[in-house]
């Protein structure tokens, strides 16, 4: 059982399971834990670990992330900073601030209710507000950067707040600065989305989002008609996380060249046809192609291995589930046999989407 000691308002916890705080329900034993409920409370956790040089790592829900068998030397903080702030500019757009601590589907929620389209689409996502800046989340056609005007993060180096606008987050493709250059700096505290009622055009409307209310025969398309599709697709597809232990799509889609598509078509002239969506076009001659598609094609789909403990999700390949494995090295072995088969099959070499931590 872990120990607790008191900081101030805090608790912080000591040999903590980390298997707790991710979603694939894996990995050794953090040192220290402590939740945050507000940003006044950063600069005090901070000098407690400072005084005992211990590194620190900042967490939301955990549906991102692996945690290494090894555990962590240092401090986990958990992200719980509440908050909304809606700013109407006018009778159909809007401006909202919320806290980085909030769960990301209850934001879209409270959004969709009040009548604003833009976050529907990205229903469903778990995990908090102030981690989906970090991969720029994104599903069904959308992604974070689409709304963000602006964020609050604390700089752990410099211990001081600081805002950037959405353009210098450096997003691209699940990614951004907080993924990639500035990894591990900023702790983001809140963000500030601009939301519209004015609803998208039905050419604007991701493909399967359409197919799907064109054979439902749903006329209108309302922010909860929208919302519904996606939940009611996510939810045909996806493993709930509360019940199943995964992380979501464990590969991101592959981003190629035309000519490297045309050489893995020219081998397997099914794949195109094997799944609803395979090819994204994208400027410069390059396509962005359905990982699940090729792990389906390769036999993964529904794939569970006795040795490791671990599977593939019946419905989408992409998800990797953690059935009864008994440690991290344990998906890692899996993990690594689908990364070989699909380098030897497609001359294709997948890149892990969940972060091993630390
Ligand atoms: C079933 C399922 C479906 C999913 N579907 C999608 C999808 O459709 N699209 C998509 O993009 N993602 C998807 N994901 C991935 C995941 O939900 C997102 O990446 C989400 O944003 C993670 O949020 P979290 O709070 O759980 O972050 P965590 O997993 O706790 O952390 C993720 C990363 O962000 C960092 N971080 C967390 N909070 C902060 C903070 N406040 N400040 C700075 N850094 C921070 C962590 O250090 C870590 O690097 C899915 C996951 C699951 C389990």
Not at 110 to 124: D, E, F, I, R
């Amino acid at each position: 059982m872990a120990a607790r000691f008191i900081l101030g308002w805090m608790q912080i916890l000591k040999d903590v399971p980390l298997s707790d705080y991710s979603t694939m329900r894996l990995g050794g034993v953090a040192n220290y834990l402590t939740k945050i409920n507000d940003r006044d409370e950063i600069s005090e956790v901070l000098t407690w670990a400072n005084n005992r040089q211990l590194p620190i790592l900042v967490i939301g829900g955990g549906s991102n992330i692996v945690w290494r068998d090894e555990g962590f030397s240092g401090l986990v903080i958990v992200n719980h900073i509440s908050g909304y702030d809606l700013k109407s500019f006018d009778e159909t757009t809007a401006s909202l601030t919320i806290g980085g601590g909030e769960n990301w589907d209850q934001v879209v929620e409270q959004t969709v209710k009040a009548g604003y389209y833009t976050l529907a689409p990205l229903s469903l996502i778990p995990g908090t507000a102030g981690a989906a800046p970090v991969q720029n989340i994104g599903a069904y056609g959308s992604q974070l950067s689409d709304a963000l005007s602006d964020l609050e993060a604390y700089d752990l180096h410099k211990n001081k707040f600081v805002t950037f606008l959405g353009s210098e987050c450096d997003f691209g493709y699940r990614t951004s600065r907080f993924k990639s250059t500035d990894k591990n700096r900023f702790l983001i505290t809140k963000i500030t989305v601009q939301l519209d009622k004015n609803s998208p055009k039905k050419e604007e409307m991701y493909h399967s989002l359409n197919s799907y209310l064109t054979e439902n025969d749903i006329q209108t398309r309302t922010p909860q008609v929208i919302r519904d599709a996606v939940v009611n697709i996510r939810n045909s597809k996806l493993p709930d996380p509360k019940t199943v232990a995964n992380c979501g799509s464990f590969f991101a889609n592959p981003i190629i060249t035309t000519s490297e598509l045309k050489r893995i078509l020219d081998a397997y002239p099914d794949l195109a046809s094997w799944h609803s969506k395979f090819i994204w076009e994208l400027p410069n001659e390059m396509v962005k192609i359905a990982a699940g598609a090729l792990l389906e094609h390769a036999g993964y789909k529904d794939f569970h291995d006795p040795i490791t403990g671990m599977a593939t999700w019946s419905k989408q390949a992409l998800v990797l589930v953690n059935e009864h494995a008994k440690n991290t090295a344990d998906l890692l072995i899996f993990k690594q046999k689908i990364i070989d088969t699909i380098q030897q099959k497609y001359h294709i070499t997948l890149e892990q989407e969940p972060e091993l931590l630390p």
